[in-house]
């Protein structure tokens, strides 16, 4: 009988998260770079990481569909091949138009992480999900602290982004080593159907959800995205504020499940969405030591965005199985696809502005950073309102 090693395939689904978080954290330090040596505006920026959230979303679809047909272990073995193409295509770019192929490649292997780990995870640790998928998302915003670090020390060090891409190549090859060769488990406590999977994704609720989620996720990864950009001429080091972040996010997911077992995930999510308003609104106005302390903030409000809400699905929408998982991130990574562009538009435009009334050089650049920053906040005014109709109706739901 084949022995089924749950803790390392636990922790091969963690090193293949620190992976995806890595491209994003690493991308997000080199956009001045990309944008020099290839004579990029910020649009075509915007276009480039936008692939990234692009790719993710066509992964998780089609992930989730054929999950219940090939399962998670197939899935993974799709997003180490992902990974490898991808970060070498990055590494021996010429342009615009490549940068924009291996970018997508990129982020269709981190689409197919999530569409095998997710439900994956919570079939695992049925009895505990939503507290055991932020434990695993622990490592997103623990792979973007290494990836920001990475990125900032070897910057220190002189080197190009060509070696920051590379380095990634090192986890991609030690998970791809720790799925090969092992046996996964079958989905036992997951519907599995995918007629009934299909048919639960039509439910009131689940559509809710799934606005929110383009709004969590846009509040989450579209402003830490540019932070380089945004932030470059904020007084405050912008690698360092992206490390600081996604480390007291990736605390804060260790420790979910108290907080999640005492306010309930709509109780969190709506905490959530007011934090993450703070804290962008502080960052819009501040400058110098004063935004890592509006940082802090931003951190405490978008930690337990992206893992409470594919727990609540998990808990909530049951039937909606793998696909019903899959889906959510995957409309979360498109959204963020989508804005990314327009997120960049708005920082041409606000540094326009800043221009045409006399201000120059940094003065403009942190202008416009603010200006930006003061858009995206209005992402989770609007979830401030969702999240409260949301506990509202789950506390009426829940006395019945």
Known sequence: MTTINRGRIFSASCVALVVTAMTLGVRAGIMTELAMKFDLTDVQLGWI??????????????????????????????????????????????????????????????GSVEAACNPLIADIYHKN???MLNRFHVWFPGGIVIGALMSAGLSQLGMGWEIKIAIMLLPTIVYG???????????????VDTAINLRALFTPLYIFMLICMTL?????????????????????????????????MAVGRYFAGPIIHAFNPAGVLLFSAIMAFLGIYLMSIASGPLVYAAAIIFALG???????????????????????????????MFSVSMWSPVIGGWLESAR?????????????????????????????????????????????????
């Open 129 to 131: 999900k939503t507290t």
């Open 302 to 332: 978008v930690t337990y965005f992206w893992p409470t809400m594919i727990g609540f699905i998990g808990e909530n929408c049951p039937k909606t199985g793998a696909l019903g998982m899959s889906l959510i991130g995957g409309v979360g």
């Open 49 to 110: 990481a936008g692939m990234a959230f692009l790719g993710f979303p066509v992964a998780t679809m089609v992930g989730g569909l054929i999950y219940n047909f090939i399962g998670p272990k197939k899935l993974m073995y799709i997003a180490f091949a992902g990974h490898l193409l991808g970060l070498i295509l990055t590494i021996t770019a010429s342009g615009f138009w490549t940068l924009i192929i291996s970018t997508f490649c990129i982020g269709f292997a981190n």
């Open 352 to 400: 326009a502005d800043a221009l045409a009334n006399g201000l120059v050089g940094e003065a403009a650049e942190l202008a416009a950073g603010q200006s930006t920053l003061a858009n995206i906040s209005l992402f989770p005014i609007v979830l401030i309102v969702l999240f409260t109709g949301l506990l509202i109706y789950k506390r009426k739901f829940a006395s019945k």
């Open 177 to 191: 080593y720790m799925i090969f060769g092992q046996t996964f488990p079958e989905m036992e406590n997951t519907e």
């Open 216 to 248: 969590t996720a846009t509040t989450e990864l579209g402003t830490q995205q540019w932070i380089e950009r945004i932030l470059g001429n904020s007084g405050a080091h912008p690698m360092l504020i992206l490390a600081m972040v996604t480390g007291l």
